[in-house]
């Protein structure tokens, strides 16, 4: 390890040096020759600022910053994906959650001295310039950055979240007082809450309808064992009713396809003969299952449960509605046991 210990050896010397070190005083300091040194030193550059000072005809070289600091700057292609990920959330119409990143990007940037800002700002320009967060069809929904804030703050006081709720079916807001499990962010932003005084299970209550949120004077808070991701992975998204246990057949052409994919957090792959996958996995939500399963087309067999089976027949049925034919096949209707509050 004599290599290494000379190596940092010589970024210690850089740093604690004021006026610099030449490639002789390097040489000297290592007992090593002068070429090695060069050869050490061009090493260093690649991962510090290594600043160089002429003296004369001789160049000296040093680290300016502290060794913490070289570790904790961020490079140019951290920054610019943060920026894309402002970009995308503002693009989407997600303004809370790009408001908080938007300002976390600020102080990224404020916290850069003009020497670093020199140093990153090309790669910076070029990098923001060529990436995208992609923006795909979805509900266009606004957010209050406040309400955001709101709830946050009641999650850290430990108290219940007070706002008026309007829905499609309800329009007129009434008065909600809820304990607030956590925030899930997504297409939309939910709320996960309880009632207090119900046995219930928490429910979603989506943002964007939301008016005059404000921290209450209840006290409210999720149980130490409240586990988040346990609970999200009961359901396929947003709907909660029934659990299931599903089982799809993937049909062999289909298996690479499958095997990079993610159906379920839970899920679980068996080989089947004739090279085809069997993945099981129990949720609840059959209809935003069977919706997201149109995209895999006929390469896989749903072998149960009858539950989402039939689930599918219904969405079939609705999907050939749209299609402009004069006498449109009668449409099934399911509404869910439960779903976003």
Avoid at 28 to 38: H, I, N, P, S
Avoid at 99 to 104: D, E, K, M, R, Y
Avoid at 238 to 264: C, I, Q, T
């Amino acid at each position: 390890m004599a290599k290494l210990d000379r190596l940092l050896g010589l970024v210690h010397a850089l740093s604690e040096t004021t006026e610099g070190l030449t490639l002789d005083e390097m040489a000297e300091r290592l007992g090593v020759t002068r070429r090695t040194a060069e050869r050490m030193r061009d090493i260093i550059a690649r991962h510090f600022d290594l600043d160089e000072l002429a003296d004369d005809r001789r160049k000296r070289f040093l680290i300016r910053d502290s060794l913490r600091r070289v570790y904790t700057r961020p490079t140019a292609a951290e920054v610019a994906a943060l920026q894309a990920e402002v970009d995308g959330q503002r693009a989407a119409g997600r303004a809370a959650r790009a408001s908080q990143l938007a300002s976390l990007l600020a102080k990224v940037k404020g916290s850069l001295d003009d020497r670093e800002k020199r140093r990153i700002d090309p790669d910076l320009d070029a990098l923001a310039r060529i990436q995208r967060t992609m923006v795909t069809a979805g509900p266009i929904a606004t957010v209050a950055p406040e309400t955001v804030t709101v709830i946050q703050s009641a999650i850290l006081a430990g108290r219940c979240v007070e706002f008026q709720y309007a829905t499609e079916e309800r329009p007129e807001p009434r008065w909600r007082r809820v304990i607030p499990y956590g925030l899930v962010h997504g297409p939309l932003t939910y709320l996960l809450g309880k009632i207090p005084g119900r046995d219930d299970q928490p429910v979603y209550f989506r943002l964007d309808r939301m008016t005059e949120a404000m921290v209450s004077e209840a006290l409210g808070c999720a149980p130490e064992d409240w586990n988040i991701d346990a609970w999200l992975a009961e359901s396929f998204a947003v709907w909660r009713d029934e659990k299931y246990d599903v089982v799809l057949r993937v049909r062999a052409p289909s298996v690479p396809r499958a095997r990079g994919w993610r159906f379920h957090r839970l899920q679980q792959i068996e080989e089947l003969a004739g090279g085809e996958l069997r993945i099981r996995f129990t949720t609840g939500g059959m209809r935003e299952l069977a919706e997201h399963l149109f995209t895999w087309g006929g390469e896989l067999a749903i072998e149960g449960p009858d539950a989402l089976i039939a689930v599918m027949r219904e969405r079939l049925e609705a999907a050939h509605a749209m299609l402009n034919e004069t006498e449109p096949r009668p449409i099934l209707s399911r509404e869910p046991a439960t779903g976003a509050a």
